[in-house]
């Protein structure tokens, strides 16, 4: 069963879009959206373990230029 998660992410000034674009592109992200609020981007990902989760985040999401901060959050199937 893959795992799923949401990461809410905070950019800077005016580059949630160019940040949503490059998020898209990358391998495991099934969407990302700009959003209002306290976040400017969320995207839902999917992997294969909480470790891969992890390491897509790590190296994959967070090397985006413009990405000040993110929140992982892991859908729970209840």
């Known amino acids: 069963m893959a795992i799923q998660a949401y990461v809410l992410i905070q950019t800077e000034v005016g580059k949630a879009a160019t940040v949503c ?8 992200v099934t969407i990302s959206e700009v959003v209002t609020g306290p976040y400017d981007v969320i995207m839902r990902a999917e992997a294969s373990s909480m470790e891969d989760l ?5 190296s994959k999401v967070q090397a985006i230029p413009g990405i000040t901060r993110t929140l992982t959050c892991p859908v729970a199937n209840l």
């Open 21 to 28: 674009a490059a998020i898209n592109a990358l391998a495991g």
């Open 54 to 58: 992890g390491r897509t985040v790590l």
